[in-house]
């Protein structure tokens, strides 16, 4: 309904050059509520490997998964997100798979599926949010989350090379907005 519900914030803290050529950034993010109330925080990596951002899914939703599931051990498993550079429009992106358990002294209590499939990329378009004007590559894809119940989502983003996500909508299957995400601020490091 156009009204905020929460705020993330992410800051590159580190970036390291590897022996082989790869590039590994170390990020801190902090999610808060609509009033700015922490909620939860953490840290990931992210790497360029090969001309290709590759994101672990694992590294990534941990520490939101920790803060809604409390107490619990939570295992994720499953493929990295991969986001090859020099996207073209109509060119497919590999599909992946996530599977996450939590549980209690080893016994898994829930395990949640979750695939996104038919990642494809639609264009490349200039997006103006808060934070200013970005040329982004446009593509999207469906998203099946499999637990007690199944959801299914189709998620448009819009992704920059330097400030990274500028917007995401998700739309639930009768093709109706759900969620939006939108670059609020960036701040260009050195």
């Known amino acids: 309904k156009g009204k905020l ?3 993330s914030v992410q800051t590159v803290k580190t970036i390291r050059s590897e022996a082989d050529g790869s590039v590994i950034a170390a ?3 902090t999610n808060q509520d609509k009033k700015g109330k922490e909620i939860s925080s953490g840290s990931y990596e992210v790497a360029c490997v090969d001309n290709t951002l590759v994101m672990k899914v ?10 809604s599931l409390n107490n619990m051990e939570i ?6 997100f991969r986001l090859p550079s020099n996207l073209k429009k109509g060119q497919e ?6 599977q996450i358990k939590a ?3 080893g016994i898994s209590i829930i395990t949640m599926a979750i695939d996104h499939t038919n990642r494809i990329v639609e264009d490349i378009e200039k997006i103006t949010t808060e934070a ?13 989350m499999n637990m007690l119940i199944s959801k299914n989502y189709h998620v448009t983003t819009w992704y920059n090379e330097d400030a990274g996500l ?12 759900e969620t939006k995400t939108e670059l609020t601020g960036y701040a260009k490091g050195k």
Request: charged share 25%; net charge negative; hydrophobic share 25%.
């Open 93 to 98: 992106l590999p599909n992946t798979h996530t």
């Open 27 to 29: 990020l801190e993010m």
């Open 5 to 7: 519900t929460g705020k």
């Open 132 to 144: 200013g004007t970005f040329e982004c590559v446009k593509f999207s894809y469906d998203v099946a």
């Open 103 to 105: 549980g209690t002294n």
């Open 58 to 67: 694992s590294e990534i939703m941990a520490p939101n998964m920790k803060s």
């Open 75 to 80: 295992d994720i498993t499953g493929d990295d």
């Open 166 to 177: 500028v917007r995401q909508e998700t739309y639930n299957k009768k093709g109706q907005l």
